[in-house]
């Protein structure tokens, strides 16, 4: 069955997304813990207003010196209370910053928590559309790269934000009372900082989206050089792939650069800047103490206070390039929450009804993309319990009858009726759990051959599904592993064949209660001997059951009550086995072309 193959590069890093809207709903994220987040903001506040404190104090124990130096007694208890005051200003500050710190980081888990939830959960509701245009490696690239730097910059980037703002303001604020004077030669330099720091973060973000898109496509590629590893290696394509591979990791290294080249740079760009106006200070500073215009302690703290200032104007660069990155990340991850959700079911869809398994396609019409229909004026009828094959050539739209049945997607125009109800009218959960299909592709999990055969029908005893094993001709295998029902298989494979996974597959099918059935090249991987051993079970798996086979081995179908023959999107001929080699026609040919 074809659900997807058709893989796209569609980056939701191309849709320009507003930073704001971006904000607006990470912050929806973050007012899940408001509580939280203000008691995280009162101590930010209280602990750096505290620490900032320090250099006030420093110059008054200066300016006590002072007075030592100009013959004056020196007051010890002033001193002492000073010291006293500053120990314990910073000692519940590093208090406060440690609550801080980690409650801050509760509150990102928390958040990347629910966002990471909501992606998964998105993967089960999104259109499958999505998957036909998107690679799984670059899906994975969302759900746990771009999530690490959107918890990285919640639990660290969040609290030097706020940190940063307090100390600049309260900075400000001690230098205007320190030294007006002092602060606006100071402040000559501080335009020049902002200035370049704002002109780079720019540059930045746009780097690191760009740099986050070839990650992605990087991902997507290893992925599927991964799961392709053996056909490569038979087709000797390793070094095309290891070029290929080359040549987008080379990109994204060179993406990498760049952005980490910004990111870099920004800071001892502004650091000079900032050095440059501390020097002024200090040698504007020494005239005004000359002339007696300052004291040395207000200078001595005025300059404290300016280094304290220009750190976060320094580190606010690299700040903004964290949180550009963190933004752009969730740019990504927004993307993947905005796409289509399978259509609706119409409300108060119906859970019940099904109890025929009689299907009606009534002159159904349907394409994939625009402009490229894919099946046309489709109808036929199915009583209750009858076997319908489905045949044609590769690409014909057989699948895709399927796809429709099983309200993948929906249709065009025309009607698709079970049991005389339009299939739109059921809620989805309900009316899928009326098929159980067996695929060419089996879907084996990682857990025990019990958990894998009871999938889907849980409530069913050990003697059931070893009943069900036994028809399918798979238990005297299982019972021959090392731990029986209870060893663990894998998906990749490695312990157990593909013939042998469908056959686990079928008796997974053979346990379910469902009213349809739907076999698409159920058999393909399965040698003609144990085809013919498991026929009965096949035909005890169909019996009462509405069953639709998809099949290129003609021999398999000949028994069908009706067979469909879709050549290019119509059914150009319907009937049985008996009938179609009457009429002489495609499928007389068909047949005749596999077995004369
Ligand atoms: N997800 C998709 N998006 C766009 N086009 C698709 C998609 N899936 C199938 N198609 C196209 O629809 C047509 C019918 O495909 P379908 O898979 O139904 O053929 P099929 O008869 O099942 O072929 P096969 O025997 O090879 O499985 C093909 O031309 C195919 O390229």
Redesign the pocket.
Known sequence: M?????KGRNDGSDVAKDRKKTLKRLWFYLSFYKKRLVIGIILTVLSNALSLIGPYLTGKMINEMVVVNNGLNIDFNEVFLLGGLMISFYLTSALMNYILSVALVKMSQSVVFKLRTDLFNKMTTVSVKYF?TNQTGDIISRMSYDIDTIAGSLSSDALSLITSTITLVVSFIMMIIVSPLLLLIYFITIPLSFLLTTFLSKIIKKKLRIRNKSLGQLNGYTEEMISAQKTIQSYVQEDNVYERYKILNEDTTEKSYEAGYYLTTTGPGVLFINNFGTALVGTAGAILVLFGRIMVGDLSAFMLYSKRFSGPINHMSNLVADIQSALAAAERVFYVLDQDDETQDILDGKDSGITEGQVTFDDVSFR??EDRP?LQNVSFDVKPGQTVAIV?Q???????LVNLMMRYYDINSGKILVDGIPIESFNRKYYRRAFSMVLQDTWIFKGTVLDNIKYGNGDCSFEEVVEAAKKARIHHYISHLPNGYDTVLSDEGVNISKGQKQLIVIARAMLSKSQMLILDEATSNVDTYTEVNIQEAMLNLMKHKTTFVIAHRLSTIRNADIILL?EKGNIIEKGTHESLMEQKGKYHELFMSQFA
């Open positions: 074809n659900r997807g193959g058709r036909d994939y993309v894919v044609g590769t690409g014909a739209g057989k699948t895709t879709v």
